[in-house]
């Protein structure tokens, strides 16, 4: 039986994809400005179990774009925050916190710990993002890529593709460089805008650690990429034909 909670979507979608989502295991990379609105929109959409990640505690210069920062939260974890956050929303959701920086061998061990119906990268360094998506390729478990909000801000520019068919965009000429060397030039879907950063607005500090500059955003952006990234999904935990990166 479907939660009233969800009857909205349930008028939408109809009683069978929502009860098959019910089913359905998300794990969310990252709980920034990204991953974290990404989370919500999940848990919102009745996903009934999930795995978040995530290293960071808040600090207040992401109070202008992430779900958990705020003053009150300043210097807690961004997985306890999220988690009491998501289990507000669906107290029955099966959920599974990992408070820790993934990389290297820890990705295919945590990849492997559960079964993951679909994966999220929101994850913004490049080595193990990179890691995240050969993984997921080798072990044959769906993967969207948020592929960076930073310095961009016209939404109506952000899109979703095939890692192949990204242009205009830094992070993703990277990512698919090294992706190359594995062998891998298709079949990843991502989410990312073609719009030109200003490099005026990207500085190189140490306070970027382990990333070597920090780049201006605004509000909006990081939240637009992370619905578009809930969105694949979704539609694909549902059921919708013709989802880029659908499970076949």
């Not at 961004?78 to 993934?102: F, G, S, V």
């Not at 607005?201 to 909006?220: H, M, N, Q």
Request: charged share 25%.
């Amino acid at each position: 039986m479907v939660p009233y909670w969800l009857s909205r979507t349930q008028l939408l979608m109809g009683d069978e994809p929502v009860l098959q989502g019910i089913s359905k295991h998300v794990l969310v990379v990252g709980l920034g400005g990204v991953g974290g609105i990404c989370a919500e929109m999940i848990a919102r959409a009745g996903i009934g179990e999930m795995t978040i990640i995530d290293g960071d505690r808040v600090d207040q210069s992401n109070i202008n774009r992430q779900i958990p920062a705020l003053h009150s939260t300043e210097k807690l974890l961004k997985t306890e925050i999220m988690a009491t956050r998501l289990k507000d929303i669906n107290p029955l959701l099966k959920l599974h916190e990992l408070t820790e920086h993934i990389e290297d061998g820890r990705i295919l061990e945590i990849l492997n710990t559960r079964q993951f119906d679909y994966v999220v990268d929101c994850i913004d360094t490049l080595s193990p993002k990179v890691l995240l998506m050969r993984n997921c390729v080798d072990l044959g478990i769906p993967i969207v890529s948020a592929l960076g909000a930073g310095g961009k801000t016209d939404p109506s520019q952000v899109r979703i593709a095939d890692i192949d068919d990204t242009h205009e965009c830094n992070l993703a000429r990277y990512v698919r460089k090294r992706l190359h060397k594995f062998g891998i030039r298709k079949g990843i879907t991502v989410v990312y805008s073609p719009e030109k950063v200003d490099q005026s607005r990207v500085i190189e500090t140490e306070k970027a650690f382990p990333k070597k500059s920090l780049i201006g955003t605004i509000s909006y952006m990081p939240a637009i990429v992370g619905c578009m990234c809930a969105s694949v999904v979704i539609r694909a935990m549902y059921g919708e034909p013709g989802i880029i990166g659908s499970p076949s």
